[in-house]
């Protein structure tokens, strides 16, 4: 028996339970683990040693690798980080400038095409409230077993939108390396792999749209991999609409960051000997 058949048996046998169970589906609560990698050359670090890089990598491992919990039902879903202790010395979020950076969770109402999320930026509250993001997936022919659950392949591409973060690394780069080009890539591809045996159309961080649960997504230098789901817990759902802030488009609240950003910039700048800045 090949893989595709025990991947269809798997899904048939589980639909054919699920319907008989369907009226008392609520919803569920799937955990997610997120790992990224950094492209550290990119960041300036062509110059450093292959130990000091392995040293900044594992640094940065507690901030690139975490763990997210998604409580969904049909129409509703939050997707939010599972707190931990900070090790001595870090704290949350980002910080700069005296202030901080913070995210609450991502809320998502399919049925209302509603998107929200409670953002602090240094001090100040935003309710970033917007449509949904919407990809064009394509449902390809692959499948696989993610734990217990059958699993299909679907990819979708979009546009990568410059932001003043990877501005500011361009910035960087060119500084660092007269010879170094100053591009982003204009498109990239994303691929989902989502079950029918939840057959939900929700899914981690702002994916969504695909005839089931989504269980992994492999975009960009990101993979987000579902290790848990439990249907129907016994202490009940909660998903709450994010509701504190002052409310503004994720358009706009990506202009407040970049200025921010850009400030930030000039500073850090001038700290090196720019104008009102330290001098050696």
């Known amino acids: 028996m090949n893989m595709i058949t025990k991947v269809l048996l798997a899904a048939v046998a589980y ?21 990224t990698t950094v492209d550290i050359d990119g960041w300036g670090g062509r110059q450093m040693s292959e130990q000091m890089k392995k040293q900044i990598a594992e640094r940065m491992k507690s901030r690139l690798e975490k763990t997210y919990t998604l409580a969904f039902n049909k129409d509703e879903s939050i997707y939010e980080e599972v707190e931990k202790l900070e090790a001595p010395g870090q ?10 950076f913070s995210q ?6 399919i049925g209302d095409n509603l998107y929200a999320r409670e953002n602090d930026l240094m001090g100040k509250a935003f309710l970033v409230k917007d449509s949904l993001n919407k990809l064009d997936w394509k449902l390809e022919k692959e499948s696989k ?17 410059p932001n003043a973060f990877s501005a500011m690394r361009r910035r960087r780069n060119a500084e660092n390396d ?25 899914g981690p961080d702002e994916y969504w749209g695909l005839p089931g649960l989504i269980l992994e997504v492999n975009a960009g ?16 759902l909660e998903i709450d609409q ?15 960051v970049a200025e921010k950003t850009k400030e930030m910039a000039e500073r850090f700048s001038n700290g090196r000997g720019g104008p009102g800045g330290r001098r050696n």
């Not at 319907?19 to 609520?26: I, S």
């Not at 609450?104 to 109402?109: D, E, M, Q, S, T």
């Not at 077993?145 to 939108?161: D, H, L, N, P, V």
């Open 104 to 109: 609450g969770g991502i809320y998502k109402n």
């Open 242 to 256: 994010p509701d504190k802030g002052k409310e503004i488009s994720r358009k706009d609240y990506e202009a407040v």
């Open 145 to 161: 077993m993610i734990g217990q659950y059958a699993a299909f392949k679907a990819t979708a591409t979009r546009k990568i939108e």
């Open 178 to 202: 007269s010879t170094a080009v100053a591009k982003e890539p204009i498109e990239e591809t994303i691929t989902a792999w989502y079950t029918p045996q939840i057959p939900v159309s929700q």
């Open 91 to 100: 704290g949350g979020g980002m910080r700069f400038m005296g202030g901080g």
């Open 221 to 236: 230098r990101t993979v987000i991999l579902c290790t848990k789901i439990v249907i129907n817990p016994k202490e009940g």
């Open 15 to 35: 639909l054919c339970s699920f319907l008989g169970q369907a009226q008392q589906f609520d919803g569920g609560i799937a955990t997610y683990q997120t790992k």
